[in-house]
Nanobody, 128 residues
């Protein structure tokens, strides 16, 4: 069992930056690929970024490539999403997810049906 708790959301002006954190419980953090997803009002959940178990591979949605960076810290059991050059269309609830079977690449391909561990989300609002 893994519990995920997101933090770091808030209100920011367009062009600004935020760093989201996702703290994972348990002692097997390194066995999980981690991902960030988001859901805007009235829209379906979409993939944002994912990182492999080792941290050596990262994947991004085209809409955030070059602006967002995902990373993980095994010592702190935490995955981060650094978001720069934020745009109003980045406004959404951001969710952290973890899975031992689904790879980071699969997350990026939308293969999330079997994923069991999700956080409750943190709201990011970007004003124009």
């Amino acid at each position: 069992q893994v519990q995920l708790v997101e933090s770091g959301g808030g209100l920011v002006q367009a062009g600004g930056s935020l760093r989201l954190s996702c703290a994972a419980s348990g002692r097997t953090f390194s066995r999980y690929a981690m991902g960030w997803f988001r859901q805007a009002p009235g829209k379906e959940r979409e993939f944002v970024a994912a990182i492999s178990r080792s941290g050596g591979f990262t994947y991004y949605a085209d809409s955030v490539k070059g602006r967002f960076t995902i990373s993980r810290d095994g010592a702190k059991n935490t995955v981060y999403l650094q978001m720069n050059s934020l745009k109003p269309e980045d406004t959404a609830v951001y969710y952290c997810a973890a899975d031992r079977i689904t790879t980071a690449q699969a997350m990026g391909a939308g293969q999330t049906d079997g994923m069991n561990y999700w956080g409750k989300g943190t709201l990011v609002t970007v004003s124009s």
